[in-house]
């Protein structure tokens, strides 16, 4: 196993790439995938090979794999089946590290496109090489400054990495995460995995010093037992969230035109893989924002959570999602509802969720999530609230009223009082948080977007969080977290 994962760390962080065929013609693959190694900016070298041509992107090219000078550390194909034979045998000669396959028209079509599968990769484990596909979208390190996808997507350097069978599902995850500005480490699309199995894939991250969070994308492992132990021993060292595709008749008839993976029991498999510590989540926006905050939030103690809110019908809609996911909403300490009926009006909600019916002001919104945060009662805690101040910030802008000579006073308050409000209702969600190692969910869907203004995104993200868009995918989120804490608190118990 430690030859294996030099060689997979060496395929990771390389110092030469070869793409075969690439390309000078902007549509095709062989284009992008060069393109984005040197858009990306890669610092080792490249090497285009191509029958045709000199040079490429102003790189020289090469005829063949065998005619690089050196060795090479990665090679990438993106040749059609046809011409498959000469690429194989060329990387079995020149003994890369790691093969990525992008084409596709193989296992995923039919019975003689899985024989041709297995053939080669039965010639490059001979080799000792490892390989990710066929039928895949590439692969990234950004650690490393390699881009060899064909997606033009540049990740700034974080915590998390994405192991998918499907190129734009992981497209998806990291595409949203590079706007919201959240940071990665690792893109791995092993398409049809013929090659190197997605169990020893997941081992490398589980090892790997540069990934702190593992995100699965999955249709089905070739060998399922293998797959589920290397998912117990990695959830016990790092989270791993799993977002499983052809789960009923016709996803799984999708899945075996897609990837050709064996759906197998999906149930057994789900119930399997929960058993062994992963957080599964069943859509696209949940596998996003679970492994966000595994990556930003600390860990909660247990699931006793607080629900702050500016207006009411956002903590029964939290407190709905809270109770249906197990979560529990304890009443408010004595002490707690004391000091908080002291700084509140009389409309507010004496109760879990605080609802503050709009009462109380920016003051009564922060130090209301700083009175129950800093309670013991209390494992997490979700703040609806921030953002509202951007619809004032936008009619101070606009509105004919406002612009009116004799408001001008009015407005410039408006426009000052607004842009602050959200910074310091962010800070104090942030400083609370990291004070006290207890997570604090932020949700408002006037601020879950960055854009002109919102200060209070701003600030959460400079420490890798993010505003949930809704009080339901706040609670989803917490809800990961919690499972994530009983799993590892069952473990020292074991």
Known sequence: ???????????????????????????????????????????????????????????????????????????????????????????????????????????????????????????????????????????????????????WLYGKPGRISLLAQSGNVGSSILGRGIWHGIGFSKFINYGNEAFTPVHELLDFLTEDPDTGVIAIYIEGPRDGRAFLKSLSWAAARKPVVILKGGVNEAGTRAVSSHTGAMAGSNQVFLAAARQAGAVVVSDLDDFYYAVVSFAGQPLPKGNKIGIVTWGGGWGVLAADECGRLGLELPPLPEQLARELGEMLSYRWSRNNPVDLATSGGNRGLIK??????????????????????????????????????EQEGLRKLWLEGSKKADEIIARKALEISVELNKPVLVASDMAASPGPGNIGWEVLNESGRLIYPTPNVAARAMSCLVRYRAFLDRGKTD
């Not at 060496?10 to 065929?21: C, D, K």
């Open 368 to 405: 209301s999530l700083e009175f129950v945060a800093r309670n013991p009662a209390f494992d997490g805690v979700i703040h609806i609230g921030i953002g509202m101040h951007l619809g004032a910030l936008k009619m101070a802008e606009e509105s004919f009223y406002m612009k009116q000579p």
């Open 1 to 151: 196993m430690g030859d294996k994962m030099a060689g997979l760390r060496r395929m990771f962080y390389p110092e030469s790439v070869a793409v075969i065929g690439a390309s000078a013609n902007p549509q095709k693959w062989g284009f992008g995938i060069l393109h984005n190694l040197i858009q990306g900016g890669f610092a080792g070298r490249i090497y285009p090979i191509n029958l045709n041509r000199e040079e490429i992107l102003g790189v020289r090219c090469y005829k063949s794999l065998t005619e690089v000078p050196g060795p090479v550390d990665l090679v990438v194909v993106v040749v059609p089946p046809e011409n498959l034979e000469q690429a194989i045998a060329d990387c079995v000669k020149k003994k890369p590290a790691g093969v990525v396959m992008i084409t596709a028209g193989m296992g995923e079509v039919d019975e003689a496109g899985k024989r041709k599968e297995s053939e080669i990769a039965s010639r490059l484990r001979a080799a000792g090489i490892e390989g990710l596909g066929p039928n895949c979208q590439g692969m990234m390190c950004v650690q490393s400054r390699l881009y060899a996808q064909y997606v």
